[in-house]
């Protein structure tokens, strides 16, 4: 049970970040469903944090939104939260072609 309200308070954070974002942006909702090719109820679902949503949808909205998003090793000291406010740096973003199969 404390697995699934993790996992709905982080698609919660998730849609807060996308609305802030599109905010800042000021972009509509409309133009960032057109971008994401979804309707207006994924995107409503998705900031609400209502239901699960597939990677293809989140990928979409990051794209549309042209918004970075990464993942980080925990034990990785170098990517701890203070140190990535000290680097803060979008040139700094992952390259995913670097990886190889």
Known sequence: M???????????????Y????R?????SKGEVCRRA???RLQYNDVIAGEKN?????????????????FLADKEDEHLNPEHMKEQANPSKAM???????
């Open 37 to 39: 090719n979804i309707t």
């Open 2 to 16: 404390i697995e699934k309200q993790i996992e709905i308070e982080a698609r919660k954070q998730i849609g807060f």
């Open 23 to 27: 905010k800042q942006r000021d972009m």
């Open 53 to 69: 949503y597939t990677i293809s949808t989140f990928l979409n909205i990051v794209k549309a939104l042209n918004c970075y998003f």
């Open 18 to 21: 996308f609305e802030e974002i």
């Open 95 to 101: 390259d995913f072609k670097k990886f190889k199969k």
